[in-house]
């Protein structure tokens, strides 16, 4: 009904103008409820109008606003409106079958697919427009661009809402389509409102989302905006936590910049962060609650991919020392840990030697570090050279350290070595792990050696270490193949089944049912 009085009008005001068609959307809009097709046949009425009509700035207000309440899409609209090169047009001609026409807005939803060149030139969006696509489309949006267009035109014509802006971040952070530039941009933003208000940042941005930004920077390499994230943190009193400076240093390993990088080593270092810091194992930004592939010290020394730059790395790490800056032993470990994974020995060893005349002490860690330049069929001896070296300075190994020299001895065929070294693992006060086992196990199954294995399963079950029964089922089936009796070894499966368990009371109980028949059947050596 209110489009039939609106068209009878329409008859009587030719040659029609924008400002009424204005009127009636306006009119529409104020109402609860409205029709899908008045507003389909007010926009093919502007399509087909003569002589032509332009939509102005209030027009695609309302046919937003209109969009936006019924779950429609108003991209197109937005792009028709700026000009932006993947928007030409929205209706196109449609012809006088209604079908065609109600499937208006289907072809509004798709963007230009079937739209006709406009040569009217881009409007300039009324802020209440930007406003309402920032609060109810931006936010769920996946078109970076789209959504980046929206928020420049917002914060440009009009005063946004410092919370709206902050939520917005919480989003941008998190979506990979919105590159961490224009992330960054928000923030500047926000942080220029808040200055403006005299109103406190940081208690609307989390640190979460800084970290989320973070590392996206360190996955992209963009330590130029990482850092610009930072000192925008700081600038706010906004602590430097492990987290951060974790996420800083990766940025600065993928972007290849070596000396910030182990300047940041040294900061984490004086701040306490790196005090029990493993490289060996993964590290978790507890914040987002992401796991790296690496710990960041170890891609640190991955990044050291040749002598020249592990070269590039001692040498500003000297030179801090001359300037009389610190220098850990967490950086000195880095450089003897890209030089063991080069393959280059000697250079980690004489970097190992130089460690007093830099002011630091060698740690267990240290030559744990230096053990991986053992690794190999052609180094015999060298990773025995480096545990006499290491107990006769006084440093005592740990379970890694145990872990190296044994896998080390069986690669070399030395089991007599490996069990030497598996036997000292309880006089050093290290637990005895499942994984010193395997290698001599699988080793000596492989070789037929039925006494090694009876060993090494009973050692494991006088040791509290169960050893799972498909890996005791491929030793069966290696010393089969060799010929040899193994029903003792299969009795003792189910006792490492049972140790292998979360029962206090089956730990306690299998200790004792070793059978003595099975330790009198085999004469271990």
Same mark, same amino acid.
């Given at each position: 009904v209110l489009f039939r009085s609106f068209d009878t009008c329409v008859e009587q005001l030719r040659p029609l103008s924008i400002s009424v068609v204005d009127s009636y959307l306006e009119v529409l809009t104020r109402r609860n409820h409205f029709s899908q097709q008045d507003v389909v046949n007010a926009m093919q009425l502007i399509e087909e109008s003569t002589p032509a009509l332009n939509k102005s700035p209030l027009t695609y207000l309302y046919l937003i606003e209109m969009h936006v309440r019924m779950g429609k899409d108003p991209k197109a609209?937005?792009?028709?409106?700026?000009?932006?090169?993947?928007?030409?047009?929205?209706?196109?001609?449609?012809?006088?079958?209604?079908?065609?026409?109600?499937?208006?807005?289907? $072809?509004?939803?798709?963007?230009?697919?079937?739209?006709?060149?406009?040569?009217?030139?881009?409007l300039e969006p009324l802020f209440a427009a930007s406003k309402l696509l920032l609060h109810n489309v931006v936010p769920h949006s996946r078109d970076a661009a789209f959504a980046f267009s929206v928020a420049s035109m917002a914060f440009a014509t009009g005063k946004v809402d410092k919370q709206a802006m902050a939520d917005l971040f919480s989003v941008w952070s998190a979506n990979d389509?919105?590159? /961490?530039?224009?992330?960054?941009?928000?923030?500047?933003?926000?942080?220029? !409102?808040?200055?403006?208000?005299?109103? /406190?940042?940081?208690?609307?941005v989390q640190k979460t989302h800084l970290a989320q930004l973070l590392l996206r920077c360190a996955k992209s390499g963009d330590a130029s905006t990482a850092e610009r994230v930072l000192s925008l943190a700081e600038r706010h009193l906004t602590p430097k936590t492990s987290d951060l400076l974790a996420l800083m240093l990766w940025c600065y390993t993928q972007a290849e910049q070596i000396e910030k990088a182990f300047d940041t080593v040294e900061l984490m270092a004086r701040k306490g962060f790196l005090?029990?810091?493993?490289?060996f194992k993964r590290y978790v930004v507890e914040g987002i609650g992401y796991t790296m592939d690496r710990h960041f010290l170890m891609s640190l020394a991955d990044s050291l991919s040749s002598k020249e730059?592990?070269?590039?790395?001692?040498?500003?790490?000297?030179?801090?020392?001359? !300037?009389?800056?610190?220098?850990?032993?967490?950086?000195?470990?880095?450089?003897?840990?890209?030089?063991?994974?080069?393959?280059?020995?000697?250079?980690?060893?004489? $970097?190992?030697?130089?460690?007093?005349?830099?002011?630091?002490?060698?740690?267990?860690?240290?030559?744990?570090?230096l053990l991986l330049a053992a690794a190999g069929?052609?180094?015999?001896?060298?990773?025995?050279?480096?545990?006499?070296?290491?107990?006769?300075?006084?440093?005592?190994?740990?379970?890694? $350290?145990?872990?190296?020299?044994? !896998?080390?001895?069986?690669?070399?065929?030395?089991?007599?070595?490996?069990?030497?070294?598996?036997?000292?693992? /309880?006089?050093?006060?290290?637990?005895?792990?499942?994984?010193?086992i395997f290698p001599i196990l699988e080793r000596a199954g492989r070789a037929g050696d039925l006494d $090694?294995?009876?060993?090494?399963?009973?050692?494991?079950l006088d040791s509290d270490v169960g050893i799972d029964s498909v890996v005791l089922g491929h030793v069966i089936k290696n010393l089969r193949e060799h010929g040899c009796d193994t029903s003792t070894i299969q009795e003792m499966v189910p006792l490492h089944?049972?140790?292998?368990?979360?029962?206090?009371?089956?730990?306690?109980?299998?200790?004792?049912e070793v059978p003595a028949s099975n330790a009198q059947s085999i004469t271990v050596e």
């Open positions: 609209l937005w792009n028709e409106m700026c000009k932006r090169p993947e928007a030409e047009g929205l209706l196109g001609k449609f012809s006088e079958n209604p079908k065609d026409r109600l499937g208006a807005l289907e $072809t509004l939803e798709g963007g230009s697919e079937h739209a006709s060149s406009s040569s009217a030139p881009p389509e919105v590159s /961490p530039e224009q992330c960054l941009w928000l923030l500047l933003q926000l942080e220029l !409102r808040c200055v403006y208000e005299q109103a /406190p940042m940081m208690h609307l005090n029990n810091a493993d490289p730059l592990v070269d590039k790395a001692y040498y500003h790490m000297e030179a801090r020392y001359k !300037r009389g800056q610190s220098v850990s032993v967490h950086s000195l470990d880095v450089i003897v840990l890209a030089c063991s994974k080069i393959g280059d020995e000697a250079r980690a060893a004489e $970097t190992l030697q130089s460690y007093h005349s830099l002011g630091t002490q060698v740690r267990t860690t240290s030559y744990n570090c069929k052609r180094k015999v001896s060298f990773h025995r050279t480096v545990f006499e070296a290491m107990i006769k300075e006084g440093i005592q190994p740990n379970s890694f $350290t145990f872990k190296l020299l044994i !896998r080390q001895s069986v690669l070399n065929e030395n089991i007599v070595e490996a069990i030497e070294f598996l036997e000292m693992v /309880p006089t050093f006060g290290a637990r005895t792990e499942v994984e010193f $090694t294995v009876f060993r090494m399963c009973k050692y494991a089944d049972q140790l292998r368990s979360r029962s206090k009371s089956a730990r306690k109980r299998v200790r004792h």
